[in-house]
């Protein structure tokens, strides 16, 4: 089994254009467009896999890709 990446929540924020910390707590909890963190330490993980297929839909819907892969 592979061991993924996890990303702090500021690293995140930071991959999806700069979004405030309430816009990441909102994709999660009310709108379900991130899953749940990984709480390690009362700091909040997402796995970097996930966050790409995110920032790919996210930049789908705006059709444009700011130059990531």
Request: hydrophobic residues 35%; charged residues 25%.
């Given at each position: 089994?592979a061991?993924?990446?996890r990303i702090?929540?500021?690293?995140?924020r930071?991959l999806?254009?700069?979004?405030?910390?309430?816009?990441?707590?909102?994709?999660?909890?009310h709108r379900?467009?991130?899953?749940a963190?990984?709480?390690?330490?009362?700091?909040?993980?997402?796995f970097?896999s996930?966050?790409?297929?995110?920032?790919?839909?996210k930049?789908?819907?705006?059709?444009?890709?700011h130059?990531?892969?």
């Open positions: 089994m061991i993924q990446k702090k929540s500021a690293k995140v930071e999806l254009g700069g979004i405030s910390p309430s816009t990441l707590f909102r994709m999660w909890k379900g467009i991130l899953p963190p990984q709480v390690v330490n009362g700091v909040n993980y997402w970097e996930d966050v790409d297929e995110v920032f790919k839909q930049t789908a819907e705006s059709g444009n890709d130059g990531r892969s």
